[in-house]
């Protein structure tokens, strides 16, 4: 349990750094560390087109869940890819 906590803590973290400056809904936010939970930092931060529409103003969430589904690891995961871009989209 002790090393969930600190796996989650870490991708809280991670997440903190990486929207810093952004307007986003909170359950976009929650979804980045669901991400960064899944494929680390590094992995996340290579959805360079879905960031690009979270700095949009207002953020672009239909635009973040196409990109969400782009992906190599919407092709690894599609249900899980799926849902989340679905609930990216509805943060809009």
């Given at each position: 349990m002790e090393i969930l906590e600190k796996d989650l803590q870490s991708a809280i973290d991670q997440a903190d750094d990486m929207c810093k400056g952004l307007e986003?809904?909170?359950d976009?936010?929650?979804?980045i560390i669901e991400m960064?939970?899944?494929l680390g930092?590094?992995?996340v931060s290579?959805?360079?087109n879905m960031w690009k529409a979270l700095k949009e103003t207002p953020?672009?969430?239909?635009?973040?869940?196409v990109q969400m589904l782009d992906s190599r690891w919407a092709k690894q995961t599609p249900n899980r890819a799926a849902d989340m871009a679905?609930?990216?989209q509805?943060?809009?």
């Amino acid at each position: 349990m002790e090393i969930l906590e600190k796996d989650l803590q870490s991708a809280i973290d991670q997440a903190d750094d990486m929207c810093k400056g952004l307007e986003l809904h909170e359950d976009a936010k929650n979804l980045i560390i669901e991400m960064i939970f899944q494929l680390g930092g590094h992995g996340v931060s290579k959805f360079r087109n879905m960031w690009k529409a979270l700095k949009e103003t207002p953020p672009n969430y239909f635009e973040a869940h196409v990109q969400m589904l782009d992906s190599r690891w919407a092709k690894q995961t599609p249900n899980r890819a799926a849902d989340m871009a679905e609930k990216m989209q509805n943060c809009g």
